[in-house]
């Protein structure tokens, strides 16, 4: 905790975290640890920024301008937990010469684990019959239930092929399927996936659509109902990305009338979804907690890396991974 004497710089970490990266806060500033069950309302956040030089955020916590100016003029960075930082108003923090860091490359593969994961569990619809079990509906050997699609063979459409999406592809073929994607920015592969002209496209043609995409303003919404009818009826939506980039309702919509089979869904819109949403109680859906990077492992080196973005602003240097370098002049 910052005692109103001390001179060291105030790193607020929004949640609970890894003690020895927090004790690597403590050896150059005082972190105060908002180490309580659920996440600071607004209200708590700008109380608890009130004189920072940093914010270890979370995605969880949704840092906008009132928040900055709640910190005061000491806030220099604000690094996030997390290769996304769509959480972060980084427009505001630019104006307010404040950087933003964030931790991409350090969780690819487990991410990508993970969503390719997601395509297994939708195809073999892995979490229905988990239920199925545990109700105790377990009788007989059924020859003609809980028939899932065949994972090798079937066509994978990738909705932005960045670092985690170009990495579930190299899953996907190694496992025998069809690779098509769309993107933003990216050149052509040498994965040897083919790049489809339109989302349109992608869509009619995927037996599984798995999304990718940064939460934007151009991506907010991105599959509605309309995007959902081009998916054929047996088709699959895995989502490990953002959760407003699917429209809730119209999936919940799509599921009940059969446009599409099955969903897999690590992100939800709203997130936490209540236990009582018409899609928790849909047996076509698998949903779990925002969990695509949650080894040990990675998440350890994700804390590493929201520390050094920080360590490095308190020698005066912008965070080693800083997505707004260029908008900050430190002079
Ligand atoms: C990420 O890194 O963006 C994960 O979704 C955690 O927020």
Known sequence: ????????????????????????????????????????????????????????????????????????PNLKVIAEFGVGYDNIDVDAAS?????????????????????????QAAGRRIAESDRFVRRGEWQWFEP????????????LGIVGFGRIGSAVAR?????GMEVIYVTR????????????????????????????????PETNGLIGPDQLKRMKPEASLINTARGPIVNTDALAAALRDGDIAYAALDVTDPEPIPPDHPLVTMENVTIVPHIASATVGTRRKMSEMTVENILATIDGKLPPNCVNADRINWG
Not at 96 to 116: K, M, Q, S, W, Y
Not at 202 to 214: A, Q, T
């Open 95 to 119: 104006e307010r010469n404040i950087a933003v860091g964030n931790t991409p490359g350090v969780l690819t593969e487990t991410a990508a684990d993970f969503g390719f994961t997601m395509i």
């Open 171 to 175: 899953r996907a073929l190694a496992s």
């Open 1 to 72: 905790m910052t005692s109103p004497t001390s001179s060291r710089p105030k790193i607020l970490v929004t949640r609970r975290q890894f003690q020895d990266q927090v004790d690597r806060l403590n050896e150059v500033s005082d972190a105060l640890v908002l180490d309580r069950p659920a996440p600071a309302t607004p209200d708590e956040l700008r109380a608890a920024a009130a004189g920072a030089h940093g914010i270890f955020a979370h995605i969880t916590d949704a840092v906008d301008g009132a928040v900055m100016d709640a910190a005061g």
């Open 185 to 216: 920015s990216q050149p052509e592969n040498d994965l040897g996936c083919e790049r489809v002209g339109t989302l349109d496209e992608l869509l009619e043609r995927s037996d599984f659509v798995s999304l990718h995409c940064p939460l934007t």
């Open 144 to 155: 003609l239930d809980l028939l899932g699609v065949d994972i090798f063979g079937s066509t």
